[in-house]
């Protein structure tokens, strides 16, 4: 009897919260249909594995993964981020990131600039993207819309030095340290890139689509290799629920590569747009909590932990990431309507 009440309660708390996240969708007029045609062009394919740079915290660093969204807060942004992820794992990931964007008036119009930089690294592989960001502000009745361009190099690094044929120092029949695949000297090579987005937000909900690695760039090393980056789909939205001065935002990212493909749900409390603080769950592979408070002198400070779920769990402890901002004006001229962005920043 108690199993079959349990299972009931269980029951009833999956279908609450999926009855919330159609609710968002719903509000967020044709995103569900998008959602859906976005998970048909894979073709089936379900593959978990991370593609692109990951961060828990993309909701308040959308310039990351879309142009478009260039300028959107009509003020002057400056980031910066940084991710340790699988902490304890042996060459895991590390990720750093700067920007800047702002909205300036141009022609009767307005629009939004930025540049950024993306540094990546896994074991003895670095890569790193510079970027020209560019957005076309399109006022609408009930919110803005961004539509984006991204031009810029991504650059590949590959460190021979780093690496070793031995075990814990000790050669064997089959790791040896004189290896001719490791006498090489460390290689590299750059290759344009280009990536297109847009961005929309109204006072309670933005909508993000993006297409990074767009130019399908092919990196030649010295040595002849070839590093080919695949196009990157992304997909995010969310909704604030609430109007008081606490607010709960439930968010949706998705992104693809068109081998595989990445689910994130979460949720968002805002208390008197000071400090934020939430949950979120990414298929098949962790739950990360993040926490942001925004100081009086403009600043942000955020931090977020994955706590993976994955069978890697058994070699780290976690995923750890911080993020700083900086927001500050510079005398140009202002537009009259001004959608305010539902996530702290």
């Not at 992820?85 to 700067?98: N, R």
Request: aromatic residues 12%; glycine residues 12%; hydrophobic residues 40%.
């Amino acid at each position: 009897m108690l199993v079959k009440l349990t299972q009931k309660v269980v029951l009833k708390c999956e279908k609450n919260v999926f009855r919330n996240f159609l609710r968002m969708f719903y509000c967020n007029k044709g995103v569900l249909l998008l959602f859906f045609v976005l998970i048909c062009i894979l073709n089936g394919q379900v593959i978990y594995a991370q593609n692109e740079m990951q961060f828990a915290g993309y909701a308040n660093l959308p310039i990351v993964v879309n142009p478009g969204a260039a300028g959107k807060t009509g003020t002057w942004n400056a980031v910066g981020a940084f991710r340790k992820q699988w902490v304890g794992f042996d060459g895991s990931p590390q990720t750093s990131i700067l920007g800047v964007d702002g909205e300036v008036a141009f022609l009767k119009s307005f629009h939004g600039v930025g540049a950024s930089v993306f540094h990546d690294k896994s074991g003895p592989l670095t890569m790193m993207n510079i970027n020209a960001n560019y957005s076309y502000h399109i006022e609408l009745s009930k919110g803005q819309v961004g539509i984006g361009l991204r031009l810029g190099a991504l650059n590949a690094a590959f460190n021979v030095s780093e690496l070793s044929a031995t075990v814990d120092g000790a050669e064997t029949d089959y790791h040896q340290s004189s290896d001719l695949a490791l006498q090489g000297s460390d290689d590299s090579g750059t290759s344009f890139d280009v990536g297109l987005g847009g961005f929309y937000q109204s006072s309670k909900s933005y909508i993000s689509l993006s297409m990074l690695h767009l130019s399908c760039p092919k990196i030649e090393l010295k040595s002849g290799t070839q590093i080919k980056a695949r196009p990157i789909l992304t997909f995010g939205s969310g909704y604030k629920l609430g109007s008081g001065q606490t607010n709960f935002e439930p968010r949706l990212f998705f992104k693809s590569d068109f081998a595989s493909w990445q689910l994130e749900m979460s949720g968002n409390v805002n208390m008197k747009d000071k400090i934020g603080f939430g949950v979120g769950y990414r298929l098949q592979d962790a739950i990360f909590f993040t926490f942001g408070i925004n100081l009086s002198n403009g600043m942000y400070v955020g931090y977020g932990y994955d706590l993976c779920l994955s069978e890697l769990h058994r070699y780290n402890s976690g995923s750890h990431e911080v993020g700083v901002s900086y927001t500050f004006n510079i005398d140009v001229e202002k537009r009259t309507k001004r959608y305010k962005s539902v996530r702290i920043l």
